[in-house]
């Protein structure tokens, strides 16, 4: 008996030794060879914080530049990109940050850019640690290789510029709702004051929502409105070490998460099987917003091969939904917003545009 009790302990004290070892080589002794490695190799950046790297600074920095207004012909870099813009200003254009115990080197010149962006099966994209922020979503932007050219191919008929403009009278209908909140808010003197961002965002997730699912627009804002408060949960994820097992651990973020991941993958499944229902009985379904064209694209390919695995499963094209938001809604109110800014800042812009459209459509509907 005592010879198994020394078993078990050597056994335990050995897997103890080799956790150890791994988290102490993960956290601090791979971090600094690294450093030091890249330090040989001309580049330069802060010394290595333990565990955080420059996390905690980037956090700091960025939350004390969004505290304070800039003036429209300020520099936006120290606003926008707070701790890159001091990264350069201190070690030039050859540095590294340290996100976590991961250095990651800072590329500028456009021959070095061009390489990384075009061997892709050589500069990989990096794999995130926390496991938590796959509930945001998946879909194109994280496979490689193989995956990735099957994925792009069904997904690329939604693009197609003919059926981008069958979806004008989507636009049309986001835009005239905004227009028509702000047409209200204009005093008898026929200005006003207003903060055009909120409405902008909302502008953004409603046009998406009526292109990505049509007549299921009211459910697909629904989904939509669930994505934007994990996106911030997840942001803040992104801010802080992940200790493994940690998404296991019921905390009040960690339990919502998951309901709104639920809530979502529902909703967007609900959907899909009624317009895979509609397709299957051959009657005539909406095939003109992205999610009928991603199905029918989908189904295509499978026929074509007589194989399943050319196609896309029902969790991808969840995912591929989520990413439609994702990568769609707040680079498009960003995108709004800073084109009326410098519309106001150039009113002989705001002229041609006008004249442009007025030329094109007068008081017509666009259709």
Request: aromatic share 12%; proline share 4%.
């Amino acid at each position: 008996m005592e010879v198994v009790y020394k078993i078990f302990a050597a056994s335990f004290g050995f897997v103890v030794l080799f956790y150890t070892w791994r988290i102490l080589n993960w956290a601090y002794i791979q971090p600094k060879r690294l450093e030091k490695s890249l330090g040989n190799q001309g580049l330069t950046g802060n010394t290595y914080k333990f565990l955080y790297g420059d996390l905690k600074e980037m956090s700091k920095m960025f939350n004390h530049a969004k505290s304070t207004p800039i003036n429209l012909h300020d520099d936006i870099k120290p606003r926008v990109l707070a701790f890159l813009h001091k990264t350069f200003e201190k070690y030039g254009q050859e540095s590294f940050i340290w996100l976590g115990p991961r250095p990651t080197v800072m590329i500028t010149e456009p021959e070095l850019v061009k390489e990384v962006m075009t061997k892709f099966n050589l500069y990989q994209k990096p794999k995130n640690s926390n496991p938590l922020t796959k509930l945001l979503a998946q879909g194109l932007f994280s496979y490689e290789g193989d995956k990735w050219s099957k994925h792009r191919k069904i997904i690329n008929p939604a693009f197609h510029f003919e059926k981008l403009k069958l979806m004008i009278p989507a636009f049309y209908l986001s835009c005239e709702e905004v227009l028509n909140k702000w047409e209200t808010s204009i005093s008898q003197q026929g200005s006003c004051e207003m903060d055009v961002w909120p409405y902008l965002q909302n502008l953004s997730s409603d046009a998406i929502s009526r292109t990505a699912f049509g007549s299921s627009y009211k459910e697909g804002r629904k989904v939509f409105e669930l994505q934007k408060e994990q996106a911030e949960y997840i942001i803040k994820a992104l801010q802080t070490i992940y200790i493994p097992g940690w998404r296991f651990v019921p905390t009040k973020r960690n339990n919502r998460m998951k309901e709104i991941e639920k809530e979502i993958q529902s909703s967007i499944r609900g959907m899909i099987d009624k317009r895979v229902k509609v397709m299957k009985a051959g009657e005539a379904g909406n095939n003109e917003d992205l999610l009928g064209i991603l199905l029918e694209s989908n189904f295509n390919e499978i026929e074509q091969y007589g194989n399943k695995s050319f196609g896309m499963t029902t969790d991808e094209v969840v995912e591929e939904c989520k990413l439609f938001y994702l990568a769609g809604q707040e680079t498009t109110s960003a995108l709004i917003v800073w084109t009326l800014v410098l519309l106001s800042q150039y009113p002989e812009w705001q002229m041609k545009a006008r004249e442009e459209a007025l030329q094109n459509f007068g008081n017509q509907t666009p259709e």
